[in-house]
């Protein structure tokens, strides 16, 4: 009996391991034919770009050709940068600026441009594109967060995970914003700054915001110099109780309670000066940094550059387009030809 039980535990593990067998056998066999069908997928591409080798080259020979024609007969388009660094949350309506200045310039509207920039005729038919982006920086998210942690009471915090805040990080929110024109003459960028940082500069909802904030860090920065100067005559006080506290001691051994009470005040007005001293400081950072509505950090160069990267020449743009014109093409005469052979 207990050999007939024995027998047929070797069945089941024998059956068992069959199993696992085929499971992994299928598993790889179903691997291979992935690999197998990538590899297919990649020989067939290199037989289709082998056959049309020639129609594809000639296809981008001729959009370069165009491409270089129309290169040599359209006007130098150059560029120039302004950085700036918005206050009191501009940076929305900077956008909104320069995205109105741009649709002058697609509307070719150079009556308005002239009157918006006080610029000639000539140099505002120069004007090609105007278009901002934000200078992308991760510690602008981190240091929002943490001035958003500081702000908020503990339990709204654990309801308002980083990456919750990431993702709400917009545009508008960075610090520094690049603003970049292209026209073809290459000294009118310079006559420009003036109109782009004005528009923000000289609205009266932003000049009241950095009136009212320069008052209030004015008055801190009054308050906390007063504080200061009084935690300083305290602490002069306190030295000069300890000095006569030390000349009526007696014996080196004898432990005077008032001295120790007076060294532990001292050592609270130490850190209540630390304390006002790192606050002046960032209020003077504030006064600095806020002193604007918008800090220019480099303003647009005398003379523009001239465009000439690869990815903006006529030449390259029209040949690749060629190529993939001609891809596409061959493609859809393969797909019709599979499609009337299937139908027949």
């Keep these: ?27 790889f066999h179903f691997i291979g034919q992935i690999f197998k069908g990538i590899f297919n997928f990649f ?17 981008a020979l001729i959009g370069g050709i165009i491409g270089l024609f129309v290169h040599f ?30 649709d002058l310039v697609k509307q070719k509207d150079t009556v308005l441009l002239v009157e918006t920039f006080d610029i000639s005729i000539v140099d505002a038919r120069s004007l090609k594109k105007f278009e901002i982006n934000p200078i992308i920086n991760n510690n ?18 654990k309801s308002f995970s980083f990456d919750q805040f ?17 026209a073809t003459q290459n000294n009118v960028f310079q006559k ?6 004005s528009s923000i500069t000289e609205n009266s909802y932003f000049k009241n915001l950095k009136k009212l904030n320069q008052e209030n860090l004015e008055r801190t920065n009054s308050l906390l110099l007063k504080n200061l100067t009084q935690a300083d005559s305290l602490h002069n006080i306190y030295k000069k109780v300890l000095l006569e506290e030390a000349k009526k001691t007696s014996s080196g051994t004898q432990i ?32 600095s940094e806020k002193s604007e509505i918008i800090n ?33 093409f061959l493609l859809l005469r393969k797909l019709n030809k599979y499609l009337e052979s299937y139908k027949s």
């Design 192 to 197: 420009l700054s003036k109109t782009i940082i």
């Design 256 to 287: 005077d309670m008032g001295s120790q009470k007076g060294i532990s005040r001292e050592l609270e007005l130490f850190k209540t000066n630390a304390t006002l001293s790192e606050d002046l400081k960032d209020i003077s950072e504030d006064l």
């Design 296 to 328: 220019v950090i480099s303003n647009f160069q005398p003379v523009g550059h001239q465009i000439k990267e690869i990815q903006r020449n006529y030449t390259f743009q029209l040949a690749v387009l060629g190529a993939l014109g001609m891809v596409l």
């Design 43 to 59: 020989i067939q591409v290199l037989l289709f770009l082998k056959s049309n080798l020639l129609k594809i080259g000639a296809s």
């Design 166 to 182: 990431k993702s709400s990080f917009t545009n508008y929110d960075y610090n520094v914003h690049d603003i970049r024109v292209v």
């Design 73 to 102: 007969n359209s006007e130098a388009k150059y560029e120039a940068h302004l950085l700036v660094k918005p206050n009191f949350k501009s940076s929305r309506q900077l956008y909104n600026n320069i995205n109105y200045y741009n």
């Design 140 to 157: 602008d998210i981190v240091t929002a967060y943490d001035e958003l942690i500081l702000s908020i009471d503990t339990l709204t915090v």
């Design 1 to 27: 009996m207990s050999n007939e039980k024995k027998d047929n535990e070797e069945v089941d593990l024998g059956s068992l391991f069959i199993l696992i067998g085929k499971g992994f056998s299928k598993l």
